[in-house]
């Protein structure tokens, strides 16, 4: 009878030990999210729309995912942490990134009260998990250690790259501290090695700093990523007022870019969102942002390249100015505290020199999408 109750444990994604001073657990879990219907507009050069499954597959909000993620009581209050996770696409069932199994989460750490959390290896960067407080309104609502990056895919997510190290939102070779203190301080660092004999070159670091106190959230980061040999500065303020059935979100992002020769590129951009979730099964988000660029070098394709990014063409010898504004909202209908509908929209609109490969050469898109989500 206990191998019975045994096997059904392991079966359902947990297992514990316990011995005189010691617990373990490991979780399995997961989240899918699918774009039954997604509407693009503008989605080649000549104009046309494309009706499908998301953009080429990928849902709107969160990215489907599986994960293992465990801890183990080691006395004195304090115990080991690790996360794996891997990112699908619904679907058609591919890897999101293939050849790379965990491209999500791949780290082990250790947590106490008193220092916090330390971990090492392959995990969202601090800015990015910090910022996404006011970055939209689908995330954390609190400061804190946990993950709380932004939505999946769709033209409103482009403030995520100002929170990107020199491997992009995620931190390859990566330590990192992140500790919620007593008294509602949230603060967080953490360091991207580049693994290689120019120990600069591929390197980056950011550090974060918020506070939690009563209805109110309110922070900021820092981020310096050195990306073969072009160095990049993000200074970013934001945070999220909770009332009642609701929240406010805003935040500012400053942007400072190396280009070799060339200016130094400078961006700036803001966003304001709200949430409102009345009694009952449905809640509401509406958001905007605008991104300003000034001096900023086109990539090969003749496009803006993403904060943080080398992928600027170094034999351009003139730079652009432009912003790009877009407008969001969606409703979702929670069937359950694990699943729910969802329907979503945004208008992007691009100004002056400000140019994005989705558009194939045009100044606006609108998006639309329903689908569902569910966590397990």
């Known amino acids: 009878m206990k191998q019975k109750y045994l096997a059904l444990a392991v079966a359902a994604g947990a297992f514990s030990a316990s011995g005189a001073h010691a617990q373990s657990s490991v979780q399995l879990y997961g989240l899918i999210d699918l774009s039954a219907v997604a509407y693009t507009t503008n989605a080649d050069a000549a104009g046309n729309h494309v009706i499908g499954m998301g ?26 942490l690790f996360n794996l996770e891997s990112e699908f696409v619904a679907a058609n069932g591919a890897s999101e990134d293939p050849g790379q199994i965990f491209d999500r989460d791949a780290w082990v750490g250790i947590e106490n009260a008193t220092i916090g959390q330390l971990s090492a290896g392959f995990r969202d960067t601090i800015a990015k998990d910090f910022s996404g407080l006011y970055g939209d309104p689908y995330t ?18 482009q403030l995520i790259f100002y929170s990107a190290g020199p491997t992009g939102t995620r931190n390859e070779n990566g330590i990192q501290w992140r500790k919620l203190f007593s008294n509602g301080i949230y603060a967080a660092a953490g360091y991207q090695f580049s693994n290689s004999t120019q120990f600069a070159n591929g390197s980056g670091y950011q550090g974060a700093l918020g506070w939690n106190v009563g209805p ?10 050195n990306n073969d040999g072009f160095t990049g500065q993000t200074f970013s303020v934001g945070g999220t007022y909770r009332f009642g059935i609701g929240r406010v979100n805003a935040g500012y992002f400053h942007y400072t870019g190396k280009q070799g020769a060339l200016p130094d590129r400078q961006d700036n951009a803001w966003t304001v969102s709200f949430k409102l979730a009345p009694h009952g099964p449905l809640d509401y988000e509406l958001g905007y942002q605008q991104m300003h660029v000034k001096n900023a070098a086109y990539d090969s394709d003749g496009n803006i390249p993403n904060a943080n990014s080398s992928l600027f063409d170094t ?9 790009k504004e877009t407008v969001y909202a969606s ?9 729910e509908l969802y329907l979503a929209a945004d208008y992007m609109k691009l100004h002056g020199g400000y140019t994005v490969a989705g558009t194939f050469g045009h100044n606006d898109q609108i998006e639309v999408a329903t689908g569902i989500r569910t966590r397990f």
């Open 55 to 80: 953009h080429d597959g990928e849902p709107w909000f969160s990215g489907s995912r599986w994960g293992l993620r465990g801890a183990e009581d080691i006395g004195g209050g304090s115990k080991i």
């Open 140 to 157: 954390s609502t609190k400061f804190s250690p946990a993950e709380g990056a932004y939505t999946n895919s769709n033209n409103f997510k």
């Open 216 to 225: 109110v959230s309110i922070g900021g980061f820092y981020n310096h990523t």
């Open 315 to 323: 034999a351009d010898t003139t730079v652009h100015n432009g912003y």
């Open 331 to 339: 409703t979702f209908y929670h069937l359950s505290k694990r699943t």
